[in-house]
């Protein structure tokens, strides 16, 4: 059974960065075809790709963010981290965490809200 | 970046009745297209993989076609549980893009 679950903070002041973690279970990312993305949802709107990282260290960012993101694994503790700097009240949404299967997400995680103010 | 465009953005529909999303790539992405449900507070789920492929688990009455840059969403027979937004992902160049989003209201 797999399952994943984002931690982080719920409020971030604007400029500061934003480190969220995926904690998963039921799969290895040491495994061939395994990734885990991260996808955001502002309050209201559409799901928005953020970056995903498979098991061979392949890394893709989303063009528009690729400067302020980093998305990093760690095989041993089943963590995917993802930072994103200079955050913005913009950038207040909820963040998933997914299994990837190639490239599909079969499996998401419950989903945190991450709000942006001063 | 490949834009995805889903019509319509919003349908309010019958139980039993079909109901027919689509969604356009901006240049031809083959098979690589996914669909998600997505209910109010909760997170999206797996629906069609590679534009046709059914997932274990969800209901017969679900069902993808299409190729290149045109593809459909098909639901059979609508159920009241089906009130969702649905989003079209595609995967031919990564990390991916979703679609805007079809909401669909159960009269």
């Known amino acids: 059974q797999i399952t994943l679950k984002e931690s982080g903070p719920t409020l971030v002041k604007p400029t500061q960065t934003l480190t969220l973690t995926c904690t998963f279970s039921?799969?290895?990312?040491?495994?061939?075809?395994?990734?885990v993305g991260w996808i955001r949802q502002p309050p209201g709107k559409a799901l928005e790709w953020l970056a995903l990282i498979y098991w061979n260290d392949d890394k893709r960012y989303s063009p528009s963010l690729k400067s302020r993101l980093t998305i990093t694994k760690d095989t041993s503790k089943n963590q995917v981290v993802l930072t994103m700097t200079n955050m913005d009240p913009v950038d207040t949404a909820t963040y998933y965490c997914?299994?990837?299967?190639?490239?599909?997400?079969?499996?998401w995680g419950q989903g945190t809200l991450v709000t942006v103010s001063s | 970046e490949i834009v995805l465009t889903q019509s319509p953005d919003f349908q309010s529909v019958t139980p039993k009745e079909k109901v027919t999303i689509t969604c356009r790539a901006s240049?031809?992405?083959?098979?690589?297209l996914h669909w998600y449900q997505q209910k109010p507070d909760q997170s999206p789920k797996l629906l069609i993989k590679y534009a046709s492929q059914s997932i274990s688990g969800v209901p017969s009455r679900f069902s993808g076609s299409g190729s290149g840059t045109d593809f459909t969403l098909t639901i059979n027979s609508l159920e009241a549980e089906d009130a969702a937004t649905y989003y079209c992902?595609?995967?031919?160049?990564?990390?991916?893009?979703f679609g805007q989003g079809t909401k669909l209201e159960i009269k």
């Open positions: 039921g799969f290895s990312l040491s495994t061939s075809g395994m990734g």
């Open positions: 240049q031809s992405i083959g098979s690589s």
């Open positions: 992902h595609q995967s031919s160049s990564l990390p991916g893009t």
């Open positions: 997914a299994h990837l299967r190639y490239t599909y997400a079969d499996y």
